[in-house]
T-cell receptor, first 113, second 112 residues
Framework: GENVEQHPSTLSVQEGDSAVIKCTYS??????FPWYKQELGKRPQLIID?????GEKKDQRIAVTLNKTAKHFSLHITETQPEDSAVYFC????????????FGKGTTLSVSS | DAGITQSPRYKITETGRQVTLMCHQT?????MFWYRQDLGHGLRLIYY???????DKGEVPDGYVVSRSKTENFPLTLESATRSQTSVYFC???????????FGSGTRLTVV
């Protein structure tokens, strides 16, 4: 089955800096890669996702890149703000009926002002 | 997001007792999922369901039972709770396959 590794487990940056979180997956058939943000005490919420037919996707200060050959994908946050502080989870799965996402262990991002 | 609700929000139970966590969604989403969240382990898939009366095991199904007699409900039962099942449990739903999961608010379960 799918296995997702996520690094780093913790990341501290200064406000305005960029943050990068990386994930690798094991199942070469996986073709859907979402990222979730979880604030303290709250539920995970989808912030961006990418499918295997796309190499990069951007949404304002957030971007995700995918390298299918190397089986890794990354989340890039530019111009970080204190409200970006949260736990970020990557996930991988098959975009087809009858399957479910497998998540990485999470990255705790701290943005200090 | 009020369309998916979990109950109870908090639960304390004793070792060996049976406990059921409820999950209800109002969107008529086909897919529903149960994950547990533990420090250092992230979100681990327990069970999922592609439709009423169809369920499949995830990464950590041992000690759990699910059912899905109605599309909108997906209860998770711990048949004989153990301390290792102390965790935060999240239910999620999705309209189709692995797309746009929406999570419930979670149930914090403590087994003493």
């Amino acid at each position: 089955g799918e296995n997702v590794e996520q690094h780093p487990s913790t990341l501290s940056v200064q406000e305005g800096d960029s943050a990068v979180i990386k994930c690798t997956y094991s199942d070469s058939a996986s073709n859907y890669f979402p990222w979730y943000k979880q604030e303290l005490g709250k539920r995970p919420q989808l912030i961006i996702d990418i499918r295997s037919n796309v190499g990069e996707k951007k949404d304002q200060r957030i971007a995700v890149t995918l390298n299918k050959t190397a089986k890794h994908f990354s989340l890039h946050i530019t111009e970080t703000q204190p409200e970006d502080s949260a736990v970020y989870f990557c996930a991988a799965g098959l975009s087809q009926a009858g399957t479910a996402l497998i998540f990485g262990k999470g990255t705790t991002l701290s943005v200090s002002s | 997001d009020a369309g998916i609700t979990q109950s109870p929000r908090y639960k304390i139970t004793e070792t060996g007792r049976q406990v059921t966590l409820m999950c209800h969604q109002t969107w008529s989403h086909s897919y529903m999922f149960w994950y547990r969240q533990d420090l250092g382990h992230g979100l681990r898939l327990i069970y999922y369901s592609a439709a009423a009366d169809i369920t499949d095991k995830g990464e950590v199904p041992d000690g759990y039972v699910v059912s899905r007699s109605k599309t909108e409900n997906f209860p998770l039962t711990l048949e004989s709770a153990t301390r290792s099942q102390t965790s935060v449990y999240f239910c999620a739903s999705s309209e189709r396959g692995n797309y746009g999961y929406t999570f419930g608010s979670g149930t914090r379960l403590t087994v003493v």
